[in-house]
């Protein structure tokens, strides 16, 4: 409140949209050092315990596990891209270089790499970080895992064109973000997977992110089924987003048995 408070006023002040670029920016930026301070803070004086502890220790797993959770999420949500492309369900319209100069989409792309890159890290921090590892410590694992989930689903709530069916597709992502932690101990994994999620989502195949709009280089209507596609809010409030989500899971189990990283949660 402290801080989105002023960030109010300025958006009232120079007539900001909070869901343009320069809105949607500034917004990311506030809830970045908002969440990180009150994660902070929670973790080391009313836990007495390590911010590190939340999952954030600084190895040799950090970039592996950051690149191959982007890399996982770019593979699923292809998959769905093209699963609702072979089923008539959208209408290429052509590339953003095609409509806007080379400069600016180059500015574009550089912005909305640094902010999901900061949504990534902030969303993960507070929802498989605090939430899931404190309701963890005072009840279980399993119950940790699903009521995180379930208070990220309606964290999403407020976001554009948001319903419950949103709601229900945001707590399986949930449940599927989670998984990069529980197989790793760590948050990095997790984190990439929202990373990539985000990015690949709204700035390569340009659908809505969560019922925002990014930048997209692949400019689409989507017009099938809304119980399947999610409409204007995403494919997470469609079920094409189940079969996706599983078998981003499975990619999950792969590279952790692969890659050695599995462990159980700290």
Avoid: C
């Avoid at 990534?120 to 995180?148: C, D, K, M, P």
């Amino acid at each position: 409140m402290v801080l989105g408070i002023p960030f109010g006023l300025l958006v009232l002040i120079f007539r900001l949209s909070p869901t343009g670029t320069i809105g949607f920016a500034a917004s990311t930026i506030v809830s970045l050092v908002a969440i990180t301070a009150s994660v902070y803070v929670s973790r080391r004086f009313l836990d007495r315990r390590s911010f590190v502890s939340l999952g954030l220790q600084l190895d040799r797993h950090i970039l592996p596990d950051l690149l191959a959770g982007i890399v996982i999420t770019f593979i699923i949500m292809g998959i769905i891209y093209l699963a609702m492309d072979s089923l008539g369900w959208i209408d290429f319209k052509g590339y953003a270089w095609q409509i806007d100069p080379l400069p600016v989409v180059i500015i574009q792309l550089v912005i909305f790499v640094v902010v999901f890159l900061l949504v990534g890290w902030q969303e993960e921090l507070l929802s498989r970080g605090y939430h899931l590892q404190t309701l963890a410590s005072g009840t279980n694992l399993f119950w940790g895992v699903v009521l995180s989930s379930v208070i990220f689903g309606l964290l999403h709530l407020a976001n554009p064109n948001a319903r419950w069916v949103s709601a229900v597709g945001i707590f399986f992502a949930g449940l599927f973000l989670a998984a990069g932690y529980l197989r790793t101990g760590r948050l990095w994994l997790s984190i990439g997977l929202h990373i990539g999620w985000n990015f690949a989502e709204g700035v390569l195949f340009g659908f809505p992110v969560s019922g925002l709009a990014a930048y997209p280089l692949l400019r689409i209507q989507v017009h099938g089924p809304e119980l399947w596609t999610g409409g204007a809010f995403g494919p997470e409030a469609g079920l094409i987003v189940l079969p996706a989500l599983a078998i981003g899971v499975g990619l999950i189990l792969v590279y952790t048995h692969f890659s050695g990283t599995s462990r159980p949660p700290i």
